[in-house]
């Protein structure tokens, strides 16, 4: 594929709001994660959450919108001059020619939540002012993003698990490149709720302590929220881009709902496409973000795809023990730390991970191995791994 220019990206997660914050808790090594704590949810994990989402409530011509997933979108579009840039955009294309694409694996589920606990106690009716057709509905969170932009080009949401916000890269570059639109908004926003942290629970997947990706005591997941969103425009029109969307590849092993399959085929078929989609060789490549989630097989089957295509000298990190696994919202929230490392030209250290697992041949790079250093590097890989076999491999680099 001809590479697509990125001009404006950003993100919110548990590091912060905004590249600038996100970046120097990278460079501090500084995890976001916490003893749960949110709305009631007794259990013994830790989570990545965003705080002080209250202040971004919806109100007057979108309030019909408002929910803990769509406040978090508020707060990412008002992150490093994003809507007003992208808004510029959309008056110079039209606003018929910029896509909006956006991945959730939730969406609003925290606000169906609460219709359920205010529901009537005689007839189970739902309350009347909860418009969930805005807020629960998972296009509600591309509908809003496209509304409050003035966006009116293709609109639709991903959901493929946690290679939802990696997906819209690819689903963007195809649209701009048949010529159905001349740019899109793409990204991703996920938000905690009770429906996940009990969901991964009882698949017995959440660990009790921070998540340690790749670690040879790591005992699972920790749960996190975030969002991101990015703009890619056509190629004649990125002058002012300083990263670009070189490549992406896409696979679906549907080996288990919920586990990967061992050898990490699935892994691997999507890192393949990606590099042939980009045009580059495995050695062209200058760092992984893994997808990492701290699981036992979902770290194995990764590691073993990541060896079988570029052997065991890669500098890889995992991200996921600073912001948490954002689920729908992992690929764009693990984006923005690859561009952010492109940019600034260093490597993200896995935090958490102090023993790395013998069994894992790749190069994790731990406070041991690395620390967080500056590295020439121009080109990264983002992978993003979703249930059912749903797997998206992205490659970017600098212009």
């Known amino acids: 594929m001809k590479p697509i220019g990125m001009t404006h990206y950003t993100a919110v997660n548990a590091l912060g709001y905004g590249n600038a914050a996100i970046l120097k808790s990278l460079q501090e090594q500084r995890m976001g994660l916490t003893p749960c704590d949110f709305n009631g949810a007794a259990l013994n994990t830790y989570i990545g959450k965003v705080d002080d989402l209250p202040s971004y409530a919806l109100t007057d011509q979108y309030a019909k919108y408002d929910c803990r997933n769509n406040r978090l979108a508020n707060a990412v579009l008002l992150q490093d001059g994003f809507a007003d840039a992208v808004c510029q955009k959309i008056k110079q294309y039209g606003a018929t020619r910029v896509a909006v694409i956006i991945g959730t694996s939730t969406s609003g589920v925290e606000e169906l939540e609460q219709s359920y606990r205010l529901r009537d106690p005689v007839t189970g009716r739902l309350p009347t002012e909860k418009q969930l057709q805005y807020t629960y509905n998972l296009f509600s969170i591309s509908d809003y993003i496209a509304t409050r932009l003035g966006a009116e080009g293709p609109c639709y949401t991903v959901s493929t698990a946690c290679s939802s916000s990696a997906k819209v890269f690819a689903v963007a570059a195809r649209l701009i490149q048949s010529g159905l639109c001349d740019a899109a908004v793409v990204g991703g926003v996920d938000t905690l709720c009770l429906n996940t942290l009990h969901g991964f629970n009882s698949l017995q997947l959440l660990s009790e302590q921070p998540c340690q990706p790749f670690d040879k005591h790591r005992k699972g997941v920790s749960i996190g929220e975030g969002g991101g969103l990015a703009f890619l425009e056509k190629e004649s029109n990125t002058s002012n881009a300083k990263v670009m969307l070189m490549g992406y590849g896409e696979s679906t092993d549907a080996y288990h709902m919920s586990s990967p399959c061992p050898d990490g085929r ?41 060896f079988n295509i570029f052997g065991g000298t890669m500098p890889a990190t995992a991200t996921k023990g600073y912001t948490g696994h954002t689920l729908g919202a992992a690929g764009i929230t693990e984006t923005v730390i690859s561009l952010l490392s492109l940019e600034n030209q260093f490597l993200p250290v896995t935090v958490n991970t102090e023993i790395v697992d013998p069994k894992v041949t790749i190069n994790i790079q731990t406070r041991d191995v690395a620390g967080s250093f500056a590295a020439p590097i121009k080109t990264v890989m983002s992978n993003s791994f979703g249930f059912g076999g749903n797997n998206c491999s992205l490659v970017f680099g600098l212009l």
């Open 266 to 306: 699935g892994a691997a078929a999507s890192m393949s496409k990606a590099l042939q989609s980009s045009g580059l060789g495995a050695d062209q490549i200058d760092y992984i973000n893994l997808h990492g989630t701290g699981s036992d097989i979902n770290d194995s089957s990764e590691a073993n795809a990541v």
